[in-house]
T-cell receptor
């Protein structure tokens, strides 16, 4: 059965800290892994990863895929209170169809 | 680019009434749209996959006669919650896949439904 696991499920840090969020997957015919950020409304797209070892970066956020370990990490450096959100990892398991979502990591950044 | 809208953003209705939620891809055509439901502090649960011009594919446990999905054009899919009950109260989110994109889905802002 295809599944996506995220850890930790919840994380509380202070502004300025660096955090690493983990996502591991078991999916047949893996093609890509996506990270989303969800605040009060619907998820917003962060990264799509398809190649192992190539880091994708956007400002203070970066992510990398390890196909050998069937996992990905999302790093956030110098966290800000605006980074507080649920971070979702998703893997498509049928081409062009729906995702398998992980449970999400709830990140709280305290001032 | 890749903007998805939903309407309404919030709706309150009486038990027994039907509610229609619209999902539109504003600047791209989407042959496939997805409808999700999200309960508080939980991840997204896929309800159905909506394909333009054909019947939706429902996930196990989702009643197709209760959650009617129509995907009449490449930019619009609708979800109708029929005979709504308080347990249908939830956050409903749609997403759309770029026709020429393999995987990325773009999400609408969501619709919060409260059934009294």
């Amino acid at each position: 059965e295809d599944k996506v696991v995220q850890s930790p499920l919840s994380l509380v840090v202070h502004e300025g800290d660096t955090v690493t969020l983990n996502c591991s997957y078991e999916v047949t015919n893996f093609r890509s892994l996506l990270w989303y950020k969800q605040e009060k409304k619907a998820p917003t797209f962060l990264f799509m990863l398809t190649s192992s070892g190539i880091e994708k970066k956007s400002g203070r956020l970066s992510s990398i895929l390890d196909k050998k370990e069937l996992s990905s990490i999302l790093n956030i450096t110098a966290t800000q209170t605006g980074d507080s959100a649920i971070y979702l990892c998703a893997v498509p398991f049928i081409y062009g169809q729906n995702f398998v979502f992980g449970p999400g990591t709830r990140l709280s950044v305290l001032p | 680019g890749a903007v998805v809208s939903q309407h309404p953003s919030r709706v309150i209705c009486k038990s027994g009434t039907s509610v229609k939620i619209e999902c539109r891809s504003l600047d791209f055509q989407a042959t496939t749209m997805f409808w999700y439901r999200q309960f508080p502090k939980q991840s997204l649960m896929l309800m159905a996959t909506s394909n333009e011009g054909s019947k939706a594919t429902y996930e196990q446990g989702v009643e197709k006669d209760k959650f009617l999905i129509n995907h009449a054009s490449l930019t619009l899919s609708t979800l109708t919650v029929t005979s709504a009950h308080p347990e249908d109260s939830s956050f409903y989110i749609c997403s759309a896949r770029l026709t020429n994109s393999q995987e990325t889905q773009y999400f609408g802002p969501g619709t919060r439904l409260l059934v009294l």
